[in-house]
């Protein structure tokens, strides 16, 4: 059976430093500029496999490097809401946190002319509100949580959780979960930051991993989702855009192995697994069975 394999480039440029790392130093906020070298070299390596990739993409990466944004979306590829200026979710009431997705999804309207449908969150951090204010913006998938590797689900509202009761669990909403992890992300194998993380590991490191990774997902999970996610200003570098270029060969030679969008490979997901279908199949991360109807979200779960 088929594995799906999304190759995912988060483009941050300056925005990552300027919103998650909270920089005003000129120097770090100037490693985003590389983003304005290791894009077209991206496009030309997909370009080169005929493999279409998703883009995530803040808005203020799209202010400023709006001629790049518009060769992403000619060039057939996706492009997927990643925040306003690489912002943690968790630091803004619920008021703020929307405005935030709106200046987001404006940018690139302004700039692409499109709505994304699928988000990334920046860091892969959530907020309490952050899946019922996705769905109120109709998007179709998320990408940023942890709770399986290769086999999507569907997310949740209302998990309530602190260290003196239970887990409880919430309510499984129509927003398809593609999840990533840290161990499919160029971030911490290769950045550096001083007193955050200390990457600048070899090719063969991490090509190793991705790999072994990869082969792990095509003999155990078929019909599940290959996750890479990859960062154009640490990826675009010369010897590790060598490493994805082997890897890319590697994935290839593999039996029924498809590249696909994270979109694409969510409706697909989803037409295959409907949420109703999926809850009553008691599949992983499927509330108990004995939860009845009543207890879902007003939305209707059907989308």
């Not at 996610?229 to 290839?252: A, D, F, K, S």
Request: with cysteine; proline share 6%.
């Amino acid at each position: 059976m088929t594995l799906y394999c999304a190759l995912t480039f988060d483009f941050d440029a300056m925005s990552v430093w300027i919103g998650s790392y909270k920089s005003r130093n000129p120097s770090m906020v100037s490693r985003g500029e590389f983003c304005a070298v290791a894009i077209p070299r991206i496009l030309d390596l997909l370009r080169r496999f005929r493999i279409p990739g998703t883009f995530c993409i803040p808005g203020h990466t799209a202010l400023a490097y709006p001629d790049l944004v518009r060769r992403i979306h000619a060039e057939g590829h996706e492009i997927a809401h990643h925040g306003w200026v690489h912002e943690n979710p968790a630091d803004f009431a619920e008021a703020e946190e929307r405005r935030n997705i709106e200046r987001g999804l404006e940018a690139l309207h302004e700039v692409a002319g499109m709505q994304p449908r699928g988000y990334r969150s920046p860091s892969w951090d959530f907020s309490a509100n952050t899946v019922g204010i996705l769905l109120d913006y109709g998007f179709r998938y998320d990408s940023s949580l942890m709770g399986s590797d290769f086999m999507p689900y569907y997310a949740r509202m209302g998990d309530k959780f602190d260290r003196q009761s239970p887990y409880e669990f919430g309510v499984n909403v129509d927003l398809v979960e593609l999840p990533i992890t840290w161990l499919l992300d160029d971030f911490p194998h290769f950045e550096f930051v001083d007193g955050d993380t200390y990457g600048l590991s070899a090719a063969s490191k991490v090509e190793e991993i991705w790999r072994d990774e990869f082969r792990y997902a095509h003999q155990h999970a078929p019909g599940g989702l290959f996750n890479l996610t990859m960062h154009p200003q640490v990826i675009g570098r010369g010897y590790r855009m060598m490493m994805l270029e082997r890897l890319i060969n590697y994935y290839r030679s593999l039996d029924d192995v498809v590249f696909t969008t994270l979109i694409d490979y969510a409706d697909h997901w989803r037409k295959e697994n409907p949420l109703a279908s999926w809850l009553k199949s008691g599949a992983i991360h499927a509330r108990p069975a004995d939860v009845t109807s009543s207890n879902s979200p007003s939305r209707d779960p059907a989308g």
